[in-house]
């Protein structure tokens, strides 16, 4: 069984910032990709940033410059740093991680519950 559970969400006034945390548990055997989505309210579930194993990252183009990620393979925990937020950033923001376990040789999607991250004054 893996799990994923995010911390840091929270309220914050536009132009703050807030660092959020996710960290992956259970039968790991490979950790692939891990990464950010977040999903507004009306709107359809949306990437933010997404890291690979060997480093390299898919940002939004609405994060670029603001949103940084971050990882630390032996912790299996993932980090979003967000400076200069937007009151359209508010959101659930969903961690991903694409991984194998100690029971199956496929690369599986995997979701935690989700944090909300809303930005208002």
């Known amino acids: 069984q893996v799990q994923l559970v995010e911390s840091g969400g929270g309220l914050v006034q536009p132009g703050g910032s807030l660092r959020l945390s996710c960290a992956a548990s259970?039968?790991?055997?490979?950790?692939?990709?891990m990464g950010w989505y977040r999903q507004a309210p009306g709107k359809q579930r949306e990437l933010v940033v997404v890291i690979h194993s060997g480093g390299s990252t898919n940002y939004a183009d609405s994060v670029i410059g603001r949103f940084t990620i971050s990882r630390d393979n032996a912790k299996n925990t993932v980090y979003l740093q967000m400076n200069s937020l937007k009151p359209e950033d508010t959101a659930v923001y969903y961690c991903?991680?694409?991984?194998?376990?100690?029971?199956?040789?496929?690369?599986?999607?995997?979701w935690g519950k989700g944090t909300l991250v809303t930005v208002s004054s």
């Open positions: 991903n991680a694409v991984l194998s376990t100690i029971t199956t040789q496929n690369a599986m999607n995997y």
């Open positions: 259970g039968s790991i055997r490979s950790m692939f990709v």
